[in-house]
């Protein structure tokens, strides 16, 4: 069996999932993939599930009734990962903003160079992100600025989606206190990483806007990450993310 497993939320991905998954096992690497998919109207399940008799045993689906959110699918392939134990546990786009070139790296950040979660970044070595307009790019840029100034973090990109965890970590997380549901997700899971004081290092890599399919960011996105983190800096005073 794979020690890695490779959590892919999907919503409307039917032009994307196929070709990602064979650009994932091109890899030298053995990798397994669960697709959590929010009952897509364009398919995006079926095609995942004729990938699933192309690749068998190593694409698992889980169809849920609707868009529950980002942090909710996430939890759920968390869950499911560690019931498997998977050793290392990756969370990754379906739309090729996050290249699978990039696996291997974050994989070996954790394996062999004693990461406990590895962070694919677009900001550690500067500004690496393709086709987003300027004023994309200084929201998100600022925005991680922001959230570093608010919680004390020393991660150059808190909002990244491109992660590998160790499974350990995740299981000394109490994962039902994750409240975020959007991507402030992505905020909350670095910041319960680094109070437990695992270990976090950044991977550099290029992050691609998505070629096909429409982007799901939104302004009330933007808000949940605006005046969430302050909430969740301030709970962090009276909480712990331990798992009991």
Not at 44 to 50: D, L, M
Not at 74 to 79: H, V
Not at 126 to 153: E, K
């Amino acid at each position: 069996m794979s020690k890695c497993l490779i959590i892919i939320p999907t919503y409307n991905e039917s032009s994307n999932i196929e070709d990602l998954l064979r650009e994932i096992f091109k890899l030298e690497q053995e990798n397994h993939v669960l697709v959590i998919d929010d009952n897509s109207p364009d398919g995006t399940a079926t095609r995942v599930e004729i990938c699933m008799d192309i690749y068998p045993g190593k694409v698992h689906l889980i169809k849920r009734a609707g868009k529950l959110g980002l942090g909710t699918a996430y939890i759920e392939g968390f869950r499911w990962a560690l019931e498997k134990n998977y050793e290392f546990i990756f969370e990754m786009d379906a739309d090729f903003s996050h290249d699978p070139c990039y696996l291997p790296a974050l994989r070996k950040a954790c394996e062999k160079d004693g990461a406990d979660l590895a962070i694919g970044s677009r900001y550690v070595t500067g500004v690496n992100v393709v086709n987003w307009p300027l004023g994309r790019i200084l929201m998100s840029y600022f925005a991680s600025t922001y959230v570093r100034l608010i919680t004390g973090m020393k991660v150059r990109d808190t909002t990244a989606g491109f992660k590998c965890y160790r499974a350990g970590v995740l299981k000394a997380i109490n994962l039902s206190a994750i409240e975020f549901r959007g991507y402030a997700f992505q905020i909350e899971m670095k910041f319960a990483v680094w109070q437990l004081g695992f270990k976090v290092v950044e991977i550099p890599i290029i992050f691609t806007e998505r070629k096909h399919g429409s982007s799901k960011m939104s302004g009330g996105i933007f808000n949940e990450a605006l005046w969430g983190v302050i909430i969740m800096k301030f709970r962090s005073f009276f909480r712990t993310y331990r798992a009991v």
